[in-house]
């Protein structure tokens, strides 16, 4: 059993070694009272980054999400980061509620979803929404990360 057991955390521990990091991040310009389906991420030159949305994990992959987050600023409203899933042709709201993850809104600061672990196989075409229901325009620095292993 001892043998079994040790085993077990090896590969564990083996499966845990391979996973990369896998981040998403942007500073978008939104007007008042917009929202935007798959901004330009930023190509800052991470390890991991994503460079362009929808994202569809890649075949013998798996993406797990475990934190996000977007800035707000001392306006009227909220912001807004939204993920969701899926490539429907056409788009509706009701399709990001059915297959949307937690929201991160965001006033006077900004908010962070930390302490997640949404997993998702390979195909799955993930997707960001931004909102600015803020009264006024302004740059809003956003980003989604977690790690992809397979």
């Known amino acids: 059993m001892k043998t079994?057991?040790?085993?077990?955390?090896?590969?564990?521990?083996?499966?845990?070694?391979?996973?990369?990091?896998?981040?998403?991040?942007?500073?978008?310009n939104l007007s008042a009272g917009?929202?935007?389906?798959n901004p330009t991420p930023a190509n800052a030159g991470a390890i991991g980054a994503v460079t362009s949305l929808p994202y569809t994990v890649p075949a013998g992959k798996q993406v797990c999400i475990h934190?996000?987050?977007?800035e707000g600023y001392d306006f009227a409203?909220?912001?807004v980061l939204f993920v969701w899933t899926g490539n429907p042709n056409p788009v509706t709201a009701q399709w990001r509620i059915d297959h949307g993850l937690p929201s991160a809104a965001a006033k006077?600061?900004?908010?962070?979803?930390?302490?997640?672990?949404?997993?998702f196989p390979a195909g799955t075409v993930i997707n960001i929404r931004l909102i600015n229901g803020q009264s006024s325009g302004s740059v809003y620095g956003w980003y989604v990360t977690g790690s992809i292993d397979g």
Do not use: K, R
């Not at 079994?4 to 990091?21: D, M, N, T, V």
């Not at 917009?34 to 389906?37: K, Y």
């Not at 934190?67 to 977007?70: D, H, L, V």
């Not at 006077?108 to 997993?119: K, P, V």
């Open 67 to 70: 934190a996000y987050g977007m």
């Open 108 to 119: 006077d600061g900004s908010q962070e979803i930390t302490g997640m672990n949404f997993c």
């Open 4 to 28: 079994l057991l040790a085993i077990a955390c090896l590969l564990l521990a083996a499966c845990s070694a391979h996973a990369e990091p896998w981040v998403i991040s942007g500073q978008t």
């Open 34 to 37: 917009t929202s935007v389906d």
């Open 77 to 79: 409203g909220i912001a």
